[in-house]
């Protein structure tokens, strides 16, 4: 028999917005335990969009942008007989942001501005008017389910 199922953590939110989901980002964006390089970072490109932006607070660019890069299916590898399908399945929400967070951060750092803090800035505010590369990651996903809602019946 497996092992009981791990604990969640409880995150506590960040110090400046005092919000669980950036002090979650902020932890996946952490290099080598350096957590206050990585808000360092993260406030200044928050600084960076609100200046970008100046009607909207940074933070609130920020959680639009990630719920455009949110998936809501994706498809999982299941052998049926002998052969792999791949079959869509729903997100569970605590993986959304997961996933949302991971590709977020993979795009930017792609990205060819100067410092971290202006490539997250520049993939936030792509991510926010619902363009580039994570968010065209996120319709990548939607249409791989889409193209294999026929197998959808093989879900366990």
């Known amino acids: 028999m497996r092992k009981a199922r791990a604990k969640k953590r409880i ?30 970072i993260f406030y200044d490109a928050i600084d960076i969009v609100g200046s970008k932006m100046p ?7 920020f959680r639009r942008a990630l719920n455009n890069v949110m998936p809501t ?5 299941r052998r049926v007989g002998g052969s792999t399908f791949q079959i869509p399945t729903e997100v569970k929400p605590e993986r959304r942001v997961a996933l949302g967070t991971k590709w977020m951060l993979n795009f930017c750092r792609k990205r060819n501005e100067k410092s971290m803090a202006e490539k997250l800035a520049g993939e936030i505010l792509a991510a926010a008017k619902g363009e580039g590369s994570s968010v065209k990651k996120k319709e990548d996903t939607h249409k791989m389910a889409d193209a294999n809602k026929a197998f959808s019946h093989f879900r366990a």
Not at 25 to 36: A, E, P, Q, S, T
Not at 55 to 61: A, L, R
Not at 73 to 77: C, G, H, N
């Open 11 to 40: 995150l506590t939110p960040d110090p400046r917005f005092n919000d669980v989901l950036i002090a979650r980002f902020i932890n996946c964006m952490m290099y080598d335990g350096k957590k206050n390089s990585a808000r360092k």
């Open 73 to 77: 299916v994706e498809v999982k590898a």
């Open 55 to 61: 009607d909207e607070e940074g933070v609130e660019v």
